[in-house]
């Protein structure tokens, strides 16, 4: 098995458009940043949206986790995946005496490796980025937090968020790899994906509109069952000074991870038989 995700990571990194993703991350940063200054012309100092440099790592990311993050898996598992099976390569590999299993579980891994370096290098390039962009500050405001926070507990928040941020990534690219390998053309696992994001998107939006009928705690934790509104808002209510959303939003992304990754282990099943 060691030897399988070795050659996948191999293969993953031959390919042009990874290379190019990775070189996409400034540009990313840079963007996240322009909007970060433009905000900061509506917010004064005291609001923990004011961007200072020890914040920049989470808003910056905050801007592009559930938009560009998750397009970024949704390619890379459609190219893994999808587009490997339909030219015939997961046949060469599959000769090599692996199981169509092994091999989309060594997959799942090397996409996942490559996600935490993506985010690693997303944040050390942010607080590059925030240094030459954002006035330093020794305190700031924290979402969700009564007193000001310190450069170094700054830090750590931001590491926890970053840590929740690949959970998230994980659990998506949980529902992304089974759309792939149920697909049976990258067209369609494109256009199933995006339209899964799409609608996790819309239906917290419309459960809002029964606000008034449903208690606001209930309404919350329907709010907070979509992928997408965990990324933009729920990592911050999950680093709360007291978080009573934590152990839901956990339930929900556990929830997801175990629910498709089974899915992901009865597909391959029958593409084992289909293949043999």
Not at 210 to 220: A, D, K
Not at 256 to 262: H, N, T
Request: charged letters at 10%; hydrophobic letters at 55%.
């Amino acid at each position: 098995m060691n030897k399988l995700i070795a050659s996948e990571w191999e293969r993953l990194w031959k390919r042009k458009a990874i290379w190019l993703l990775f070189a996409a991350i400034p540009a990313m940063v840079y963007a996240a940043a322009k909007y970060c200054l433009h905000q900061n012309t509506t917010v004064t100092l005291d609001f923990p949206q004011y961007t200072v440099m020890g914040n920049f790592p989470v808003l910056g990311l905050a801007e592009m986790l559930m938009t560009a993050f998750n397009l970024v898996v949704l390619v890379i598992t459609t190219m893994v995946v999808t587009d490997e099976y339909r030219s015939g390569q997961l046949r060469m590999v599959l000769i090599r005496t692996h199981s169509f299993r092994q091999i989309i579980f060594a997959k799942f891994f090397v996409v996942m490796s490559f996600i935490f370096l993506y985010l690693l290098a997303y944040f050390i390039i942010c607080y590059g980025v925030g240094s030459m962009m954002f006035s330093s500050s020794e305190t700031y405001p924290q979402f969700y937090h009564q007193s000001d926070t310190t450069v170094v507990e700054g830090f750590i928040y931001n590491l926890k968020f970053y840590g929740l941020a690949f959970l998230t990534l994980v659990a998506m690219s949980s529902v992304l790899f089974f759309i792939a390998i149920i697909s049976h053309t990258t067209t369609t696992t494109l256009g199933i994906g995006i339209g899964f994001l799409f609608i996790s998107i819309a239906y917290p939006t419309v459960i809002g509109l029964f606000g008034q009928l449903v208690p606001n705690e209930i309404l919350l934790k329907l709010y907070f069952t979509s992928l997408p509104m965990v990324q933009w808002q729920g990592l911050t209510f999950m680093l709360a000074e007291s978080s009573s959303l934590l152990g839901w939003i956990l339930l929900v992304l556990g929830c997801y991870i175990v629910l498709f990754q089974s899915l992901m282990i009865l597909s391959t099943r029958r593409k084992n038989d289909t293949f043999i």
